[in-house]
């Protein structure tokens, strides 16, 4: 069982930049590999990044390539999520979530990022 708490999120205007943080639970934290997802208000949640167990693999949805940064601590069992030239279109709700051997197993309860222009 792995529990999952995001923090981080807030209010900022388009171009600041937010780190997102999800700390874990459990000393199992490293066998998972980690998520970050979003959900805007109205629309569905969506995939935003990806970093494997050891850390040496990401994947980013296109529309936050050079700007979103994923990372781990296992030391800290947490991940983040740096966010740098944020965008209105970035208002969402981000969601942190562990990766079993097949699916995301485990999920926070999300923090609130808002961007105003």
């Known amino acids: 069982q792995v529990q999952l708490e995001e923090s981080g999120g807030g209010l900022v205007q388009a171009g600041d930049s937010l780190r997102l943080s999800c700390a874990a639970s459990?000393?199992?934290?490293?066998?998972?590999?980690m998520g970050w997802f979003r959900q805007a208000p109205g629309k569905e949640r969506e995939f935003v990044a990806f970093?494997?167990?050891?850390?040496?693999?990401?994947v980013y949805v296109d529309s936050v390539k050079g700007r979103f940064t994923i990372s781990r601590d296992d030391a800290k069992n947490t991940v983040y999520l740096q966010m740098n030239s944020l965008k209105p279109e970035d208002t969402a709700v981000y969601y942190c979530?562990?990766?079993?051997?097949?699916?995301?197993?485990?999920w926070g309860q999300g923090t609130q990022v808002t961007v105003s222009s």
């Open positions: 970093i494997s167990r050891s850390g040496g693999n990401t």
């Open positions: 979530a562990a990766r079993g051997a097949r699916e995301y197993e485990y």
């Open positions: 459990g000393r199992t934290f490293s066998s998972y590999a």
